[in-house]
């Protein structure tokens, strides 16, 4: 059946079923902003929150002060750029799938290991290393990537956790552990041996029992993570140049979290944001966005910083962004923090600064993952250089992107788990070529300054790019000297046409001609090539230009120390190979932004009401972008502003202070089902632009659970809630706000709280409590008395896997 069509083509059916959804989204977002199940919820918590602004304009407090943004479907319909998340990724699945081995090819790479022979001779012609240290290189291959961990890096606590390894190290003759030589201050340690050993090749040994005790304490204290040793590697070679406390940093590819937790131990050390604390401690709190690009992946690292027990002080500066790495928009932070090279924090002089971009960026993108062979050994046998052509137009177009996004001053650090000159120098010349790239410059000796001791290989200043190809005769191109030979061999043999040879070799020719001619089928080799133009003409899949080496004189300094003045100086790189240090493969490039004049503009007198006007319409255009990506997003819940009046109700309730820019109020955001976040004291989240947020800050409220007799006290039970307060503050909210509240503050001692779980223990409620025992509770503390609302939580508390 065919309907009447608008002038946009979408039929009229189709139309009014989307404006139906847009107003039931609207409606509801304006009520209460709950999105659970893909669909919007109100209904009760909605009322409660209509209560509770009421009750606090009646008493005084100021419900207008924030202006919640509603997410409008209907205006994001005609935004150009919603359909273009959709499009980069369908390019990024197509262009993988068809890297990718099909279910033939694989089978034949499996039997006739095939990946290992090309990837071994990719290696020796791209003399990534000395033909001699190839077997060194297969028989570390062959062996289990060593377990490795690292301790916190600026909690004093951890001090206790690297007491207890250092005895560990000390035992004789046999340790269980031993310190890794190149990390600083004997923060990372590798085990040693095992309890039992594995009979399957490649499998990790299980942790001595007195290792295994030290990782369980530390992890559950926050104070340690499990970790690969190269992982560590790019906020170690980063911390130098760019990390301090109150730095701004970004993490473009951030799942599972690694490295997220080892920037928010940089940018927030717990020692100095306990001190000085989240408001006045300005320099100790940094910001730490944390983006991934799929919204499971975004779930994995979410459940990797909650699994390992993250302090609050951490958790205050971190945000969980969900948005594809081309894509992240250009922050504009306005704030007290300063944008001086160091990238920490400032005085009050350098208040009404606007910085555009981030301290520092870190894009350890995604790739073909063949320094990881050792923990997955079934990345040699399906080896193919298909993949890392494949990944090269992503990967540089995430690393232009995050280019973009560092401040003058700052500093970027693109890294790869691939030993593949196409995924790692091409990508680092094609960012330094490209648009805005003489802004940058690689810096010289950064491995050295981060991990002095590791050892690691200088970057390559010429590479070939090659396809692999199934021969069908013997004619195939070898690669030599950055020349090749024209093949007339097709890339691939197809299913019939490779049939149709088998059968024209059996009528025609004897058996060992047929054995003959089937070797010679299923032999795979390596085609080269040495330019775009013949790598285009030849068909080879996902040819970027970008691909091949600049010029030689370009290229600068080169990678064998051939000499060249003013170039790229791509030897600046460094490459890190398995059998060097007993890792596994990564690659490092550290780039600076150089410092421009226009890096910082001040507000002076004259222009402080213009520079307001344009800092308020920015953020509002922000807001309205944030809008648009939220109701796009596949994100169940992303944290979203407060609906109107209620960020002022609650820090009128609470007694946070004013709710200007910079202020409580401000901080106070939706979280996902119903909860109230405090987002980072570093910046304000609409200076992050249109992006998509899965989480901000600490989690500080929840939404109170209603405890009733019966459906008759149901609306003045309820009533009664919202008009008090309609929230429970969670652990790491008490800790965040509890300085700052001034309101709803009770001053306990332990005998009191010795009171209130004897009471419980007993069964005992308000209402069946004694004269004597009800005047103990109406002692307690002061006015709001916690024991007000005890009943209902003593009884709900009672089932043994609750807490009080």
């Given at each position: ?32 902003g709950v999105r659970k199940n893909n669909r919007w919820r109100g209904g009760e918590k909605a009322v409660q929150l209509e209560a509770f602004a009421a009750a606090a304009a009646a ?518 190979l398995p059998h060097d240090q007993d890792t596994g493969g990564f690659f490092i490039a550290l780039l600076r932004r150089r410092q421009g004049p226009a890096s910082v503009v001040a ?202």
């Amino acid at each position: 059946t065919s309907y009447p069509a608008d002038a946009d083509g979408m039929n009229r059916k189709k139309r009014r079923r989307i404006d139906e959804k847009a107003e039931q989204a609207s409606a509801a977002a304006a009520s209460f902003g709950v999105r659970k199940n893909n669909r919007w919820r109100g209904g009760e918590k909605a009322v409660q929150l209509e209560a509770f602004a009421a009750a606090a304009a009646a008493a005084g407090g100021d419900t207008s002060a924030t202006n919640g943004t509603n997410i409008n479907i209907n205006s994001c319909r005609s935004n150009p750029k919603m359909g273009s998340n959709k499009k980069e990724v369908a390019t990024l699945k197509n262009a993988l799938r068809n890297a990718q081995l099909d279910k033939r090819e694989l089978l034949l790479f499996r039997k006739f290991d095939y990946g290992r022979q090309l990837f071994f001779q990719y290696l020796k012609i791209q003399k990534i290393m000395q033909d001699s240290e190839l077997p060194l290189l297969e028989a570390t291959f062959n062996t289990p990537l060593p377990i490795t961990f690292r301790l916190h890096a600026t909690d004093p606590r951890a001090g206790v956790l690297a007491a207890r390894l250092r005895d560990l190290a000390a035992r004789r003759p046999n340790p269980p552990v031993k310190a890794l030589a190149w990390m600083p201050d004997g923060q990372g340690w590798q085990a040693i041996g095992s309890t039992k050993a594995s009979a399957v090749p490649n499998r990790r040994d299980k942790l001595h029992p007195d290792v295994f005790d030290v990782v369980r304490d530390g992890t559950e204290a926050g104070l340690l993570a499990r970790q690969e040793a190269v992982s560590m590697l790019p906020v170690l070679v980063l911390a130098p140049a760019a990390l301090c406390p109150g730095s701004r940093v970004l993490d473009v590819c951030a799942a599972p979290g690694n490295k997220t937790m080892q920037l928010l131990e940089r940018v927030s050390p717990p020692e100095l944001t306990s001190s000085g604390g989240s408001v006045s401690g300005v320099s100790a709190s940094g910001l730490v966005v944390a983006n991934d690009a799929h919204h499971l992946r975004v779930k994995t690292l979410q459940d990797a910083i909650a699994r390992h027990c993250r302090s609050t002080s951490e958790l205050q500066s971190l945000v969980v962004s969900c948005a594809m790495g081309q894509d992240i928009p250009v922050p504009a932070f306005t704030s007290a923090v300063s944008a001086s090279a160091g990238g920490g924090g400032g005085g009050a002089g350098d208040r009404g600064k606007t910085m555009m971009g981030y301290d520092a960026v870190l894009a350890d993108v995604p790739c073909s993952g063949d320094g990881t062979i050792r923990k997955d050994p079934d990345v040699l046998r399906r080896w193919h250089p298909g993949g890392g052509n494949a990944l090269h137009a992503t990967q540089l177009a995430v690393a232009r992107r995050a280019a973009l996004l560092v401040r003058p001053g700052g500093h970027l650090l693109y890294s790869t788990c691939s030993l593949n000159p196409v995924e790692d120098e091409a990508v680092v010349a094609g960012v330094l070529t490209g648009p805005g790239g003489d802004q940058f410059e690689l810096v010289d000796g950064a491995v050295a300054l981060g991990v002095p001791g590791m050892k690691h290989r200088p970057g390559l200043a010429t590479w070939g790019v090659a396809e692999h190809v199934f021969n069908s005769n013997s004619n195939s191109v070898r690669y030599n000297n950055g020349s090749s030979v024209k093949n007339q061999g097709s890339r691939k043999v197809g299913f019939k046409e490779e049939s149709q040879a088998k059968k024209e070799g059996s009528e025609n020719g004897s058996d060992d001609d047929e054995d003959k001619d089937e070797d010679d089928e299923e032999e795979v080799s390596l085609r080269w090539h040495s330019s775009h133009r013949e790598a285009s003409a030849a068909g080879m899949p996902a040819a970027e230009l970008t691909m091949w080496p600049p010029p030689p004189v370009m290229a600068g300094g080169g990678g064998r120390g051939d000499g060249g003045g003013g170039g790229l100086h791509l030897e600046r790189c460094a490459r890190f190979l398995p059998h060097d240090q007993d890792t596994g493969g990564f690659f490092i490039a550290l780039l600076r932004r150089r410092q421009g004049p226009a890096s910082v503009v001040a507000a002076s007198n004259e222009v402080e009401e213009l520079q307001q006007a344009v800092n308020k319409t920015r953020k509002r255009a922000a807001a309205k972008d944030a809008a648009a990506a939220r109701a796009t997003s596949e994100l169940p819940e992303p944290v979203r502003p407060l609906p109107p009046g209620e960020a002022a109700a609650v820090a009128s309730a609470l007694g946070l202070g004013g709710g200007g820019s910079g202020g409580v109020c401000s901080r106070l955001w939706r979280g996902a089902r119903g909860t109230v976040t405090l987002a980072p004291l570093a910046a304000d989240l609409h200076d992050l632009g249109g992006v998509t947020m899965a989480s901000a800050g600490v989690t500080a409220l929840v939404a109170r659970k209603v405890f009733v007799k019966g459906e008759h006290h149901a609306a003045s039970a309820t009533a009664a809630v919202a008009a008090e307060f309609p929230y429970d503050f969670t652990q790491a909210g008490a800790e965040a706000l509890g300085s700052l509240a001034r309101k709803r503050r009770v001053q306990a001692l332990p005998t009191d709280l010795q009171l209130m779980l004897a009471a419980r223990a007993a069964g005992i409620t308000s209402s069946s409590a004694g004269e004597e025992q009800q005047q103990q509770q109406q002692q307690l503390g002061t006015p709001p008395c916690p024991a007000k609302r005890g009943e209902w939580r003593w009884r709900y508390s009672d089932t043994p896997h609750r807490s009080t």
